[in-house]
């Protein structure tokens, strides 16, 4: 049989080829496709054959309505890619701009500090989705009750700091917006540290007999084919490479804190998984350190910077300082205007690379933007990586990819 010829272009779930080959519709209503993600597999038997991925299904065009909109107007619609961990598209967004204005250094401590902590809270709130969903798609119904109750106290944490939960547009240009996060929050921080525990997913899942049958030896990526195709995030620590962009090229405050960057040279579903959980260790980790970090700071250390063509001076000011009035006018009616050039910023996203590519051609709007979304880089090897498996395996390594179509059909 060909490998190269085309997949029939009929829409009905099943179409048969021989007497033991089908091409079967896995998506893109399907629960265990992480949403509207489309999988054609052909199979021969139980085993796939070969597999065609079709996205699209939730394509809502955010680049050109990012080119549409003012630079500080364009935040709310990063929050739309990953929504499961909406603070880290924020944060890459913000320091792409802020390295097309130049003023990536001038960033107050406090705000590099508030950052990296959102940062880490985003990044467990992105892997308690992860982790509850790819272990019921395996079957484990209480990983997902616990990964959701914890991740609840997390989105309470979101919605104390900027009255939103889910897409919180948290950060600003500059620091970390008008309004600081005060006391009360740091100590909601502390509060969630000391109860939290991540023994319930290590007890259930680590040393679990099933768990391992489904993914010890399954949806196997050497560390040749992900470097060839371009992995990142755990994906790629998953294949044996130490690489994380929070150590390689620190941002934020990540270069003032200790933290250690997990990897395992198996490149199996099961690798993927000890990487995400270990990740979740260093996460805490962090937060501590930033915590501590905060309180050691003078009351009155400021959290933007003090820059009027960035960020808007403080609202009570306005109605009677004039230059406040004047710089509040022209920022709301013209926006940031960077002079004309390129900037291309990436962080670690709980995905992968986060990058913002954005052209300035000196105007209030990005005059062309480009957002580099781990999830859809990462998705381009599931068909290298399925062949050959079960179909009940392509569940397992879907879930361990951990894609969200949001940032796929961005």
């Known amino acids: 049989m060909s490998m190269d010829r085309a997949f029939p272009s009929t829409s009905a779930d099943i179409e048969q080829i021989s007497e033991t080959q089908l091409v079967l519709n896995m998506g893109p209503q399907h629960p265990s496709t992480h949403g509207v993600l489309r999988l054609l597999l052909e199979t021969e038997g139980e085993q796939i054959v070969r597999s065609e991925t079709d996205v699209g299904y939730l394509h809502r065009g955010v680049e050109k309505l990012i080119e549409a909109h003012d630079y500080k107007g364009a935040i709310t619609l990063t929050d739309r890619m990953d929504y499961t961990s909406a603070p880290a598209n924020n944060l890459g967004y913000l320091m792409a701009v802020e390295k097309l204005l130049g003023i990536s250094d001038k960033i107050p401590l406090r705000a590099r500090y508030l950052r990296s902590l959102v940062g880490e809270l985003s990044r467990l709130a992105g892997h308690h989705i992860w982790i509850g969903t790819h272990a019921l798609d395996l079957g484990a119904m209480s990983v997902f009750l616990y990964a959701l109750r914890e991740r609840e106290k997390i989105l309470y944490l979101f919605e104390q700091a900027c009255g939103a939960r889910l897409t919180t547009s948290f950060m600003r240009v500059g620091g970390t917006g008008p309004h600081d996060v005060g006391e009360a929050f740091i100590e909601n921080v502390e509060e969630f540290l000391d109860g939290y525990t991540l023994r319930e997913f290590d007890d259930i899942l680590t040393d679990n007999e099933i768990f391992q049958q489904r993914t010890r030896g399954i949806g196997v990526i050497t560390t040749e084919d992900a470097l060839r195709w371009g992995l990142t995030g755990p994906c790629l620590r998953g294949s044996g490479v130490a690489w994380d962009l929070r150590k390689a090229r620190p941002y934020a405050a990540y270069d003032l804190v200790e933290f250690d960057v997990p990897a395992y040279p198996e490149g199996d579903v099961y690798a993927r998984y000890r990487v995400r959980l270990n990740e979740m260790y260093q996460a805490v980790r962090i937060i ?122 961005r």
Do not use: W
């Not at 001076?313 to 009677?320: N, Q």
């Open 288 to 409: 501590r350190q930033c915590v501590a970090a905060l309180r050691a700071l003078p009351p009155q250390a400021p959290s933007n910077v003090l820059l009027p063509q960035a960020v808007p001076p403080d609202v009570a000011r306005v109605p009677f300082d004039m230059e406040a009035m004047i710089n509040h006018f022209k920022l709301v009616m013209h926006g940031l205007a960077p002079e004309a050039g390129e900037a291309y910023f990436a962080l670690e996203s709980p995905k992968g690379e986060l990058g913002y590519y954005f052209v300035s051609d000196g105007s209030g709007k990005p005059y062309r933007c480009h957002v580099r979304a781990p999830s859809y880089v990462n998705l381009g090897i599931l068909d290298h990586t399925v062949r050959g498996t079960l179909i009940a395996d392509v569940v397992a390594i879907i879930g361990s990819i951990d894609i969200v179509l949001g940032e796929v059909d």
